[in-house]
Protein backbone atom coordinates (compact mmCIF):
# COMPACT_ATOMS: atom_id res chain seq x y z
CA UNK A 1 0.00 0.00 0.00
CA UNK A 2 1.11 3.42 -0.99
CA UNK A 3 2.17 5.67 1.99
CA UNK A 4 0.02 8.55 2.53
CA UNK A 5 0.88 12.17 1.46
CA UNK A 6 -1.43 13.85 3.63
CA UNK A 7 -3.95 13.11 6.57
CA UNK A 8 -7.05 15.07 7.76
CA UNK A 9 -9.34 14.33 10.68
CA UNK A 10 -11.38 15.92 13.23
CA UNK A 11 -14.58 17.43 13.47
CA UNK A 12 -17.31 19.26 10.56
CA UNK A 13 -19.69 21.51 10.47
CA UNK A 14 -22.76 22.72 7.87
CA UNK A 15 -25.22 24.75 7.33
CA UNK A 16 -27.51 24.91 3.71
CA UNK A 17 -30.09 26.36 3.09
CA UNK A 18 -32.78 23.69 1.92
CA UNK A 19 -35.52 23.33 3.94
CA UNK A 20 -34.80 20.97 6.39
CA UNK A 21 -34.45 17.58 5.72
CA UNK A 22 -31.98 18.50 2.87
CA UNK A 23 -33.29 15.97 -0.19
CA UNK A 24 -29.60 16.18 -1.76
CA UNK A 25 -28.58 14.03 1.75
CA UNK A 26 -31.33 11.21 1.30
CA UNK A 27 -31.47 10.74 -2.74
CA UNK A 28 -27.80 10.53 -3.78
CA UNK A 29 -28.05 13.23 -4.75
CA UNK A 30 -30.17 13.87 -7.22
CA UNK A 31 -33.44 15.62 -6.10
CA UNK A 32 -34.04 18.93 -6.67
CA UNK A 33 -32.96 21.39 -4.08
CA UNK A 34 -35.58 23.54 -1.98
CA UNK A 35 -35.06 26.91 -3.53
CA UNK A 36 -32.98 27.74 -6.70
CA UNK A 37 -29.75 27.12 -5.78
CA UNK A 38 -28.18 25.21 -2.93
CA UNK A 39 -25.73 26.94 -0.64
CA UNK A 40 -23.39 24.87 1.47
CA UNK A 41 -21.20 26.18 3.93
CA UNK A 42 -18.89 23.63 5.18
CA UNK A 43 -16.40 24.05 7.98
CA UNK A 44 -13.83 21.86 9.49
CA UNK A 45 -11.59 21.68 12.52
CA UNK A 46 -8.24 19.36 12.30
CA UNK A 47 -7.45 17.84 15.18
CA UNK A 48 -4.70 15.43 13.73
CA UNK A 49 -3.30 16.54 10.11
CA UNK A 50 -0.01 16.34 8.09
CA UNK A 51 1.11 16.85 5.08
CA UNK A 52 4.44 15.24 5.04
CA UNK A 53 6.53 16.66 7.65
CA UNK A 54 4.46 19.51 7.42
CA UNK A 55 1.88 19.35 10.90
CA UNK A 56 -1.69 20.45 10.00
CA UNK A 57 -2.67 20.24 13.73
CA UNK A 58 -5.80 22.80 15.19
CA UNK A 59 -6.37 24.74 12.12
CA UNK A 60 -9.71 24.99 10.30
CA UNK A 61 -10.96 25.60 6.35
CA UNK A 62 -14.01 25.87 4.92
CA UNK A 63 -15.64 25.23 1.78
CA UNK A 64 -18.09 27.44 0.05
CA UNK A 65 -20.19 25.88 -2.33
CA UNK A 66 -23.28 26.90 -5.11
CA UNK A 67 -25.31 24.53 -6.77
CA UNK A 68 -28.15 24.49 -9.06
CA UNK A 69 -31.21 22.85 -8.55
CA UNK A 70 -29.62 18.80 -8.67
CA UNK A 71 -26.02 19.46 -6.89
CA UNK A 72 -25.42 15.69 -8.70
CA UNK A 73 -25.61 17.53 -12.22
CA UNK A 74 -22.55 19.85 -11.16
CA UNK A 75 -21.96 23.52 -12.68
CA UNK A 76 -20.86 24.39 -8.89
CA UNK A 77 -19.63 27.80 -8.01
CA UNK A 78 -16.73 26.43 -5.15
CA UNK A 79 -14.85 28.58 -2.97
CA UNK A 80 -12.24 27.65 -0.31
CA UNK A 81 -10.95 29.07 3.21
CA UNK A 82 -7.66 28.26 4.84
CA UNK A 83 -7.07 29.25 8.25
CA UNK A 84 -5.25 32.77 8.39
CA UNK A 85 -3.31 31.47 11.90
CA UNK A 86 -1.19 28.99 9.22
CA UNK A 87 2.05 29.68 8.65
CA UNK A 88 3.85 29.75 5.28
CA UNK A 89 4.07 26.45 4.59
CA UNK A 90 0.95 25.45 6.87
CA UNK A 91 -1.26 27.74 4.20
CA UNK A 92 0.65 26.00 1.19
CA UNK A 93 0.26 22.83 1.89
CA UNK A 94 -3.46 22.82 3.21
CA UNK A 95 -4.38 25.43 0.45
CA UNK A 96 -3.18 22.65 -1.60
CA UNK A 97 -5.38 20.22 -0.08
CA UNK A 98 -8.84 21.81 0.05
CA UNK A 99 -8.37 23.32 -3.06
CA UNK A 100 -8.39 19.53 -4.46
CA UNK A 101 -4.82 19.95 -6.10
CA UNK A 102 -3.77 17.62 -3.88
CA UNK A 103 -6.66 14.17 -4.29
CA UNK A 104 -8.94 13.04 -1.76
CA UNK A 105 -12.41 14.59 -1.11
CA UNK A 106 -11.26 17.83 -2.54
CA UNK A 107 -10.14 16.91 -5.85
CA UNK A 108 -13.29 14.60 -6.47
CA UNK A 109 -15.63 17.69 -6.00
CA UNK A 110 -13.20 19.66 -7.96
CA UNK A 111 -13.05 17.30 -10.45
CA UNK A 112 -16.30 15.93 -11.25
CA UNK A 113 -18.14 18.94 -10.04
CA UNK A 114 -17.37 22.18 -10.18
CA UNK A 115 -17.53 24.86 -13.23
CA UNK A 116 -16.20 28.43 -11.25
CA UNK A 117 -13.70 27.90 -9.02
CA UNK A 118 -13.41 31.10 -7.09
CA UNK A 119 -9.85 30.61 -5.64
CA UNK A 120 -8.32 30.21 -1.74
CA UNK A 121 -8.68 33.05 0.88
CA UNK A 122 -7.20 33.07 4.00
CA UNK A 123 -9.49 34.18 7.53
CA UNK A 124 -9.70 33.55 11.04
CA UNK A 125 -12.20 30.74 11.35
CA UNK A 126 -14.14 30.51 14.52
CA UNK A 127 -15.60 26.93 15.27
CA UNK A 128 -17.79 27.01 18.38
CA UNK A 129 -18.84 23.47 19.87
CA UNK A 130 -21.22 23.81 22.85
CA UNK A 131 -23.75 20.65 23.15
CA UNK A 132 -25.86 19.91 20.40
CA UNK A 133 -24.90 23.42 19.35
CA UNK A 134 -22.38 24.45 16.31
CA UNK A 135 -21.46 27.94 15.53
CA UNK A 136 -18.85 29.30 12.99
CA UNK A 137 -17.50 32.47 11.00
CA UNK A 138 -15.22 33.98 8.88
CA UNK A 139 -15.44 37.48 9.03
CA UNK A 140 -16.16 38.81 4.98
CA UNK A 141 -16.84 34.97 3.27
CA UNK A 142 -19.82 33.48 5.91
CA UNK A 143 -21.48 32.76 9.65
CA UNK A 144 -23.56 30.27 10.92
CA UNK A 145 -25.34 28.46 13.98
CA UNK A 146 -26.86 25.67 14.03
CA UNK A 147 -28.51 23.06 16.59
CA UNK A 148 -28.94 19.16 16.82
CA UNK A 149 -32.31 17.99 16.54
CA UNK A 150 -32.56 15.79 19.56
CA UNK A 151 -34.07 12.79 19.71
CA UNK A 152 -37.14 12.20 22.55
CA UNK A 153 -35.65 9.03 23.81
CA UNK A 154 -33.42 11.35 26.37
CA UNK A 155 -30.31 10.26 25.22
CA UNK A 156 -28.97 13.89 24.27
CA UNK A 157 -27.86 12.83 21.44
CA UNK A 158 -29.40 14.42 18.04
CA UNK A 159 -31.00 12.43 15.21
CA UNK A 160 -28.43 10.69 12.48
CA UNK A 161 -28.63 9.65 9.05
CA UNK A 162 -26.29 7.10 7.77
CA UNK A 163 -24.97 5.60 5.03
CA UNK A 164 -24.89 9.22 3.03
CA UNK A 165 -22.53 9.70 0.15
CA UNK A 166 -21.02 13.03 1.67
CA UNK A 167 -17.79 13.89 1.33
CA UNK A 168 -17.70 14.66 5.40
CA UNK A 169 -18.50 11.40 6.54
CA UNK A 170 -21.02 8.56 5.65
CA UNK A 171 -23.03 9.11 8.90
CA UNK A 172 -24.32 12.58 9.89
CA UNK A 173 -26.06 14.11 12.59
CA UNK A 174 -29.14 16.64 11.83
CA UNK A 175 -29.59 19.73 12.45
CA UNK A 176 -31.68 22.96 12.33
CA UNK A 177 -29.95 26.25 11.43
CA UNK A 178 -30.70 29.56 13.47
CA UNK A 179 -28.68 32.16 11.18
CA UNK A 180 -27.26 31.51 7.98
CA UNK A 181 -25.42 34.21 6.05
CA UNK A 182 -22.96 33.93 2.82
CA UNK A 183 -20.94 36.61 1.40
CA UNK A 184 -17.88 35.77 0.24
CA UNK A 185 -16.87 34.53 -3.72
CA UNK A 186 -19.36 37.12 -4.84
CA UNK A 187 -21.90 35.24 -3.31
CA UNK A 188 -24.95 36.71 -0.61
CA UNK A 189 -27.70 34.73 1.38
CA UNK A 190 -28.81 35.60 4.27
CA UNK A 191 -31.31 33.21 6.39
CA UNK A 192 -32.49 34.48 9.92
CA UNK A 193 -34.65 31.76 11.96
CA UNK A 194 -35.76 29.72 9.18
CA UNK A 195 -35.01 26.41 10.62
CA UNK A 196 -32.86 25.25 7.08
CA UNK A 197 -30.57 22.58 7.00
CA UNK A 198 -27.40 21.75 8.85
CA UNK A 199 -25.58 18.85 9.84
CA UNK A 200 -22.26 17.98 11.61
CA UNK A 201 -20.05 15.00 12.21
CA UNK A 202 -16.35 13.29 12.74
CA UNK A 203 -14.35 13.53 9.44
CA UNK A 204 -11.49 11.47 8.52
CA UNK A 205 -9.57 12.43 5.06
CA UNK A 206 -6.46 11.15 3.07
CA UNK A 207 -4.88 10.83 -0.32
Given amino acids: MAEKVWELSGQYMESCNCDYLCPCIYT ?6 THEHCYALMVYRIDRGRHG ?12 IRSGRIMADGGWVFGVVVDAGANEAQRKALAGIVSGEAGGPPQRIRDN ?5 RGVEYKPIEFTVDGLQRASEIPGVLAFEIEGVASRNGSGEPFYIDNTAHPANRRLALARSKNTEVQGFGLSLALQGKGNNGH ?6 AA
Wanted: charged share 15%; no cysteine.
Fill in 28 to 33: NPQAAA
Fill in 113 to 117: LVKDF
Fill in 200 to 205: FAPFAW
Fill in 53 to 64: AVSLDGLKFALV
